[in-house]
């Protein structure tokens, strides 16, 4: 069955502090994981999108781990900020190129951010 | 300015009635798509539309309706049919450029009343 597996459910971090999400998934034929930040009451906003032959991209303070053998990736925040506070939802599209309509979405991280 | 505009943001139904809610892009991009959003839960696919005047049915269609007469816009009319339509609805839109990205809109909350 098509999954994706997010952990932990929630998180409460200091400011200024590191925190690591992860996401596990079972989806097949695989091509890529997309990573969205989501604030409350707002839409999802792409933070980055790792394809089957990355094992690292970084946008800003945000940091995504692909290992397409364990079929896990990871998120890093480093140095947190309170505007960081939102979920964080792994999405992992089945299927290749304009087939990928169904994407199969993780239930998402709920990460706090206290000052 | 260009995305995608969802309206109205808060829509509230009295039990038996019919809504619609909009959804219109100026992206021009080809595929759109219509999510639901629970507490707690992940994105669940309404409908999805691919091109004008084709759309289908996504896991959770049953109680919505879609229309795609125009590129640019995707309404879902929530009908009275569906028994528990309280939750965040989610527009979102696709292009093969960018790398498949999926960008979504600003979301409606609907809460029946």
């Known amino acids: 069955k098509n999954q994706v597996e997010q952990s932990p459910q929630s998180l409460i971090i200091l400011e200024g502090k590191n925190c690591t999400l992860q996401?596990?998934?079972?989806?097949?034929?695989?091509?890529?994981l997309r990573w969205y930040k989501q604030d409350t009451g707002r839409g999802p906003v792409s933070l980055t999108i790792?394809?089957?032959?990355?094992n690292t991209k970084s946008n800003g303070r945000y940091t995504a781990t692909l290992d397409a053998d364990t079929k896990q990736s990871s998120l890093h925040i480093t140095a947190s900020q309170l505007s960081d506070s939102a979920s964080y939802i792994c999405?992992?599209?089945?299927?290749?190129?304009?087939?990928?309509?169904?994407?199969?979405f993780g239930k998402g991280t709920k990460l706090s951010v206290k000052p | 300015d260009g995305g995608i505009t969802q309206s109205p943001k808060y829509l509230f139904r009295k039990e038996g009635q019919n809504v619609t809610l909009s959804c219109e892009q100026n992206?021009?991009?080809?595929?759109m798509y219509w999510y639901r959003q629970d507490p707690g839960q992940g994105l669940r696919l309404i409908y999805y539309?691919?091109?004008?005047?084709?759309?289908q049915k996504g896991d959770i269609a049953e109680g919505y309706s879609v229309s795609r007469e125009k590129k640019e816009s995707f309404p879902l009319t929530v009908t009275s049919a569906q028994k528990n339509p309280t939750a965040f609805y989610l527009c979102?839109?696709?292009?093969?450029?960018?790398?498949?990205?999926?960008?979504f809109g600003e979301g409606s909350w609907l809460t029946v009343v």
């Open positions: 539309s691919q091109i004008v005047n084709d759309f």
């Open positions: 790792m394809t089957f032959s990355e």
């Open positions: 992206l021009n991009h080809d595929a």
């Open positions: 996401c596990n998934y079972t989806v097949s034929p695989f091509s890529n």
């Open positions: 999405v992992v599209p089945q299927g290749y190129g304009g087939s990928q309509g169904n994407l199969i």
């Open positions: 979102a839109t696709k292009t093969v450029e960018a790398g498949n990205t999926i960008y």
